[in-house]
């Protein structure tokens, strides 16, 4: 199993150098790599049904490295594979025109990936891990084309809303462990009772459908869909409908044992129902292809959130086998409105039509999804619509089915609208020849969306492993009272016919409310944020940072000393006694180097200052290999020189009459410099004199500890192994600053 | 020459790390004043005439390697930043003990060396020595 998640990785890693060789190759490669996956996970679940796999990883908090193939995360991880496959095969032929396409199949391995350890983790943390990853990915991708300001701006504001939702989601997860007292999954699921009767069950509850609803675009966090349309369309078709905002979906399923409760259903039903409505509503009036796509994703996604808010049995098969079509029929609609923007390049759905004779293939490919999502039998769609109507009757909530059929009649409208635009009506719209390796990928998941309905056994089959563990059937039938699921398929069927019928006149009826209603949106909360913070940074920045190194450092020091000075209450500390010769040595090194300080202090100009300070720091050196610490003594001295030379060539660049000191500003600096002087003074005599601090080191100084790391140089032994986490800490700080330091100076090169 | 020296005593220094003084910090400030004083004495052109490569990728394999070693005693089956101790038997030459912890060390080097000398050359900028 870890080779199956391992294989996308290690497609991401080849992609880069596979693409500058021949272009076009890393689709090649990522997408077998994803079709291997696919086959791996589907030998394993039909030879050995569940499987688990476990490797300690950060033992001291008991949390593993844990994989768990389970009925859902087989389902899931299919799709991620399966779908994601055809999608690389689709960006082979869409991707032509691109440039740094090694770049984009990178990134879209290394969604495959997360998307696929996140459904197949098993410990908690791994979980949370693979979920920013795919926030991450998500993000690398929307802003795929680095120098549209319109790219940027959307992925920022997808990386804010899914970040803070990866946020809520940690929070619910550590507290989930805590109480449990384990981050295994297996262990979790098992506690759902204690969990649910527990003081902190509601918060809980909050701040995970806080994460559910920012990866999972449910209204109002949905604002990100939309603008992350941006992106290429095989993304769009891949992120944006088929994976990453099913992650959210995923994590309703999975940990609906541990957290369904009537409350649960109170929060999620509204949550998922007004979704669905507002999607809907916006995907009428939307005229761009993608967008109109992107809000349809955000109504179903609200549809399949309300259904895992009914809390039966229903719901669930609803949810799952809904999820299953609109992954499938969605991609393929994406893919569709990529090859039809490729071909005639336009993406306004009010200047198209006609294209059906042109493009057979891909009209066909669309008027089976767009059936399907508006839920036509025989097609897969129809058979979770009437499953998730169902649902809505036993949910318990009256106004429930209603606005079910509501939002069925809008689906309906949209979707058939969709389609008669593009390729039905009459309209004159140049178009290139229909690219066939583009066509087929989207027709083959239109025609498993077609098999779902004629088939329901399939369904069937992936569904209910899932949902045996509950015991159910899969069956389309009456309810009972005044509405039954076919009854409300016929009366959704006619809303929709209705809205068609009218669709111009909605729409712009529906653009005119739109732009009246747009003060009071979220999007307008959002950016409103976004201005808000950006002024107070602005302001903040003006008043802190106004040019001035000398502002700076005063700021600094005078805060440290203030730190250092007031907690303590003011014990003498002891002073060593002098008792050998290299005592005095070093004692004689100590006031050297105070002369060097006062001269660097004293000199004119900042050249002497500066070599009066590197003076300082070889006598440094000097204690060090006074006081037996080669290791020090060495690095001291590099680190030094390296210093040095940098001083010097930045100072060569430093026009000469920034560096005179003032006069004015002589007795602030004296007192400054006398209160650091005494702070830090006085806090090493007094950690030295090990009256408030035991000796840290002496925990390592222990000669038995030689067996276990093999090194006799405690130094570098606790630098590397004991402490080796720090020291990861320590040289990613390095590498950053280099980092800053190189931006920063780029201007430099202009001068 | 001088190049040579300094990068055979670095490394010498980075091996020796664990039993004796040394370690991968001071091994990179070692290497990266040798190219200090290339820099300063040649200046830039010379001394990337004869080096040529990205310093921040040489940052940048540093982290990933120091990570790597971070994730390898998984695979033994020993949680992570474990240091496995392996012994190589080199026939006459006697048997070397070698930690994990010099991968790790290696990292770190490469690192320390990245860094610096990406600050150093934005300081050098088209000069020609001081």
Not at chain 1, 81 to 98: A, F, H, K, P
Not at chain 1, 400 to 428: D, E
Not at chain 1, 731 to 747: D, E, F, K, Q
Not at chain 2, 9 to 27: K, Q, R
Request: charged content about 10%; hydrophobic content about 55%.
């Amino acid at each position: 199993m870890v080779l199956a998640l391992g294989l996308p990785f290690f497609a991401m890693l080849l992609s880069r150098p596979l693409e500058d060789l021949r272009k076009g190759s890393a689709a090649v490669v990522s997408g077998l790599a994803a079709i291997s996956s696919f086959i791996l996970l589907m030998m394993m679940w039909i030879l050995g049904g569940q499987v688990s796999v476990l490797y300690p990883w950060i033992a001291s908090l008991g949390i593993s490295f844990a994989l768990r193939l389970d009925a859902l995360s087989f389902l899931f991880s299919l799709l991620v594979t399966g779908i994601g496959g055809l999608i690389l095969l689709y960006s082979r032929g869409y991707m032509v025109m691109e440039e740094d396409t090694g770049r984009f199949y990178a990134y879209m391995s290394l969604f495959m990936g997360s998307m696929l350890g996140l459904v197949l983790s098993g410990d908690l943390i791994l979980l949370f891990l693979f979920w920013e990853l795919t926030t991450i990915s998500s993000f690398l991708l929307i802003g795929f084309h680095r120098e549209e300001g319109q790219a940027i701006r959307s992925a920022i504001k997808a990386l804010i809303i899914t970040g803070l939702g990866g946020v809520a989601l940690l929070a619910a997860l550590l507290i989930m462990g805590l109480a449990v007292g384990s981050f295994r999954l297996g262990e979790v699921l098992a506690s759902g009772e204690a969990i649910k009767n527990s003081s902190f069950y509601i918060p809980l509850l909050l701040l995970f459908l806080l994460a559910v609803a920012a990866k999972s675009a449910q209204f109002p966090l949905h604002i990100w869909l939309p603008d992350a349309m941006v992106a290429p369309t095989p993304v769009s078709a891949y992120l944006h409908s088929a994976a990453m905002v099913k992650a959210g979906i995923f994590l309703l399923v999975r940990f609906l044992p541990v957290l369904a409760t009537p409350d649960w259903q109170a929060l999620l039903i509204p949550l998922g129902t007004a979704t669905m409505i507002v999607g809907g509503v916006q995907a009428i009036r939307a005229w761009e292809l993608k967008r109109i796509l992107a809000y349809s994703t955000i109504s179903q996604l609200g549809l399949l959130a309300s259904a895992f808010g009914v809390l039966s049995i229903v719901g669930q098969e609803a949810g799952l086998l809904h999820l299953l079509n609109h992954a499938l029929l969605k991609a393929s609609l994406f893919l569709v409105a990529g090859i039809v923007t490729l071909t005639t390049g336009l993406k306004d759905i009010r200047h198209l039509g006609g294209l059906g004779r042109r493009m057979p293939i891909t009209a066909a490919t669309c008027g089976l999804a767009a059936a399907s999502l508006a839920g036509i039998p025989p097609l897969g769609g129809f058979l979770s619509k009437e499953l998730y109507f169902e649902a809505t009757l036993i949910s318990g909530n009256p106004w429930m089915p209603w606005l079910a059929v509501l939002g069925g009649g809008l689906t309906f409208g949209y979707s058939i609208r969709f389609f008669y635009a593009i390729f039905v009506r009459k309209g004159n719209v140049t178009a290139s020849k229909e690219p066939l390796s583009l066509a087929i990928p989207a027709l083959i998941l239109a025609a498993l969306t077609l098999a779902l309905g004629v088939i329901p056994s399939l369904g069937e089959g992936l569904v209910s492993p899932y949902v045996h563990g509950q015991g159910h059937r899969l069956k389309v039938l009456t309810a009972g009272g005044l509405l039954s699921p076919p009854i409300m398929s016929v009366l959704s069927a006619g809303l929709g016919l209705l809205i068609l019928w009218r669709y111009e006149g909605l729409a712009s009826f529906l653009e005119r409310a739109n732009s009246w209603l747009r003060r009071a949106s979220p999007n307008t909360i959002f950016d409103g944020m976004a201005m808000t913070g950006r002024w107070a940074c602005a302001t903040l920045g003006v008043l802190l940072q106004n040019g001035s190194l000398r502002r700076y450092t005063a700021a600094l020091l005078l805060f440290l000393g203030a730190v250092l000075v007031t907690p303590f209450s003011l014990p003498v500390p002891e002073v060593p006694a002098f008792t050998d010769v290299r005592d005095t040595v070093l004692a004689l090194v100590v006031v050297a180097m105070v002369i060097f300080a006062s001269l660097a202090a004293a000199v004119r100009d900042t050249l002497h200052a500066v070599l009066s300070l590197s003076g300082m720091g070889f006598l440094l050196a000097m204690t060090f290999m006074l006081l037996s610490a080669p290791d020090l003594a060495m690095t001291q001295i590099l680190v030094e020189m390296v210093l040095l030379v940098i001083f010097l060539l930045v100072l060569h660049r430093i026009p000469f009459r920034a560096l005179q000191p003032s006069r004015r500003r002589g007795p602030t600096d004296i007192l400054l410099s006398l209160v650091v002087a005494v702070g830090v003074a006085y806090v090493v005599a007094l950690s030295l004199s090990a009256f408030y601090f035991p000796s840290v080191a002496l925990r390592y100084l222990d000669p038995t500890l030689v067996d276990l790391t093999g090194g006799m140089n405690v130094v570098n032994v606790v630098v590397t192994d004991f402490r080796a986490f720090d020291t990861l800490g320590e040289i990613t700080v390095i590498g950053l600053a280099s980092l800053a330091v190189y931006t920063l100076l780029r201007r430099w090169k202009a001068d | 020459m001088v190049l040579y020296v300094g990068i055979l005593f670095s490394l010498t220094l980075l091996l020796a790390g664990h039993n004796e003084p040394g370690g991968g910090f001071v091994a990179g400030a070692m290497t990266a004043s040798v190219f200090a004083l290339l820099y300063l004495v040649y200046g830039k052109d010379y001394v990337e005439a004869r080096f040529r490569a990205d310093y921040r990728s040489i940052a940048a394999a540093g982290l990933l390697i120091t990570v790597l070693f971070t994730l390898l005693p998984m695979a033994w089956g020993e949680p992570a930043l474990s240091s496995i101790i392996l012994s190589l038997d080199l026939g006459p030459a006697g048997s070397l003990k070698v930690a994990t912890a010099v991968g790790f060390d290696f990292g770190i080097y490469l690192v320390v060396v990245g860094s610096i000398l990406t600050i150093l050359r934005r300081g050098a900028g088209g000069e020609e020595g001081v």
